[in-house]
């Protein structure tokens, strides 16, 4: 699976931004896909996950009620819509998938499949 995540950019603090990660190569529906992010000097962090068909997601307690991970299989992306976004939520956000035997996971180290990050940046 191929990853390309898009949609960064310069936000005030408040405002909103969405992201997408577009997949290529096998059959995305099979895949649980997450977001992660690093922030300058931290370590990559895991923001949000969503099950390969879409039913179930999970959030970091920093994003929850703020941020919404969706997916559209049939057009093999994943979105992650940000709402009042804080400074704080200044990263580099990564999109990565690992493939489902019917569980999704919250840690860097069970995803092997990676895409090129896209900075966030939210102004005070």
């Known amino acids: 699976v191929q990853l390309q995540a898009y949609g960064g950019g310069l936000v005030q603090a408040g405002g909103s931004l969405r992201l997408s990660c577009a997949a290529s190569g096998r059959t995305f529906s099979s895949y649980a896909t997450s977001w992660f992010r690093q922030a300058p000097g931290k370590e990559r962090e895991f923001v949000a996950v969503i099950s390969p068909g879409g039913s179930r997601t999970y959030y970091a307690d920093s994003v929850k009620d703020r941020f919404t991970i969706s997916r559209d299989n049939a057009k093999n992306t994943v979105s992650l819509q940000m709402y009042s976004l804080k400074p704080e939520d200044t990263a580099v956000y990564f999109c990565?998938?690992?493939?489902?035997?019917?569980?999704?996971?919250?840690?860097?180290?069970?995803?092997?499949?990676w895409g090129h990050g896209t900075q966030v940046t939210v102004s005070s």
């Open positions: 990565a998938a690992h493939y489902s035997d019917g569980y999704f996971y919250t840690r860097i180290n069970d995803y092997n499949y």
